[in-house]
Nanobody, 112 residues
Framework: QVQLVESGGGLVQAGGSLRLSCTAS????????MGWYRQPPGKQREVVAT???????IYADSVKGRFTISRDRAKNTVYLQMNSLKPEDTAVYYC??????WGQGTLVTVSS
């Protein structure tokens, strides 16, 4: 079992930036990937960015060039740097580990 704790959400104006953090604990050995998903109001959850164990990163087209996923292995933490935020980025953002473990979510609201 892996525990994931997210932080960093909040309210920001369009064009602004936020950085989300996700710290993992528990049985983290062997996790092949970690990622960020989001669920906009009234919509389904969607993948935003993923970082594979090798370091390869994958992004949704909607965030390419604006968001960056990174990790600090020493801290068991994955980050999502979000720049040039748009109102359509408003959502609850969830951290994921190994496609099966989820954090509690953190709300990001982008005002126009």
């Amino acid at each position: 079992q892996v525990q994931l704790v997210e932080s960093g959400g909040g309210l920001v104006q369009a064009g602004g930036s936020l950085r989300l953090s996700c710290t993992a604990s528990g049985s983290i050995f062997g996790i092949q990937s970690m990622g960020w998903y989001r669920q906009p109001p009234g919509k389904q959850r969607e993948v935003v960015a993923t970082i594979i164990r090798s370091g390869l990163t994958i992004y949704a087209d909607s965030v390419k060039g604006r968001f960056t996923i990174s990790r600090d292995r020493a801290k068991n933490t994955v980050y999502l740097q979000m720049n040039s935020l748009k109102p359509e980025d408003t959502a609850v953002y969830y951290c994921n580990a190994g496609l099966t473990q989820w954090g509690q979510g953190t709300l990001v609201t982008v005002s126009s």
